[in-house]
């Protein structure tokens, strides 16, 4: 008797200290998260629905819906789902630049306050007669001036295919330079791009068009992209409140000057109905530190701007630095 009157004590402890359902809010009751599309042939368009069911006990706003990449599109139904209700978001998946195994994730914000950031993966197989590796090719953050040399490969997709390229499609970019080269020593090919030394500065996205002797795909594309820094350089180069929930968060830019010329900020421009900001100097000449606060009151929703610097230095006057933010209403669930 003695032990089941303290397995009971212990047992009611346990169920007084278990956290209640929120009474009054939404809650997203994800059966699905990942969906395989098992094998297709590069170039297919996949498609597939999840369903956004709430379970809880207040209506689920989708703040906001995002993709990991331009080759996925994902569209919901409605951008409030009632009690016990189902919506639903297809996710599209092009494969045109794809090969091998692809993972891409969409990400659904939404107001349940236990799971406000969901992601939904689309998995799968993408066959094709060349992969090249890496595609895209990211160059990153190239300091202007410096040399700038990448190689990627192209090699036969299939078992016991011999694919190849034959060359590189003319013209190309004024500010790429790109050289088709053989691997002695191993199968395929590979392409050297090199940046011109002379690319302005900011991002730049271009193309490589490859002929090839496939008969699916005599020509394939290669997407180099990337950012041209020089000697005045922001970090980081975008702003990203994430969610706010009414509170007023704050992010730091730094920026350095990496020349040998001293220099001053001579003004700073910001989109005054969202954000207040604060200069402060680091190191006088070298380095400055831009606090950003995000404005109490913003209406809910998603806030895109940008906040523009500007310099004394002969080359590199303004700087532009994207602004992004998700606000949700202090008032709602979550």
Not at 298 to 320: K, M
Request: glycine share 8%.
């Amino acid at each position: 008797m003695a032990v089941k009157i303290r397995t009971l004590f212990w047992c009611s402890l346990a169920l007084a200290g278990a956290a209640p359902a929120r009474a009054g809010a939404p809650r997203l009751a994800l059966e699905q998260r990942a969906f395989d599309f098992g094998t297709v042939e590069r170039g297919a368009k996949v498609e597939h629905t999840f369903p956004l069911p709430n379970r809880g006990e207040g209506v689920l706003p989708i703040d906001h819906v995002k993709s990991s990449c331009g080759c996925t599109v994902a569209v919901v139904s409605a951008h409030e789902i009632p009690i016990a209700a189902d919506g639903r978001v297809t996710v599209a998946v092009d494969t045109a630049r794809m090969a091998g195994r692809v993972n891409k994730i969409v990400t659904v914000y939404t107001n349940d306050p236990d799971n406000p950031v969901v992601g939904l993966t689309m998995t799968g197989e993408v066959s094709a007669d060349l992969l090249v590796t890496p595609s895209p090719l990211y160059l990153g953050r190239v300091r202007r001036g410096d040399r700038t040399r990448h190689e990627v490969l192209v090699v036969p997709g299939r078992p016991g295919t011999s694919f190849a390229v034959t060359g590189v499609e003319e013209p190309v970019s004024p500010l790429l330079h790109a050289v088709l080269e053989p691997r002695p020593d191993s199968p395929g090919q590979r392409v050297v791009v090199e940046l011109d030394p002379h690319i302005p500065l900011g991002r730049f996205s271009e193309q490589v068009k490859l002929r090839t002797t496939s008969p699916h795909e005599s020509l394939l594309t290669l997407q180099v992209f990337g950012s041209v820094e020089g000697e005045v350089v922001v970090l980081p180069p975008q702003v990203t409140f994430g969610i706010a929930h009414g509170k007023a968060p704050e992010r730091d830019l730094f920026i350095r000057n990496r020349g040998a010329r001293p220099l001053a900020i001579t003004g700073i421009s910001v989109p005054k109905e969202l954000v207040t900001y604060e200069l402060s100097t680091v190191r006088e000449g070298l380095e400055y530190r831009l606090t950003l606060r995000l404005r109490d009151h913003v209406p809910a929703g998603t806030v895109e701007g940008s906040i523009d610097i500007f310099t004394d230095h002969p080359e590199e006057s303004h700087l532009v630095v994207p602004l992004y933010a998700i606000v949700r209403d202090p008032g709602g669930q979550g």
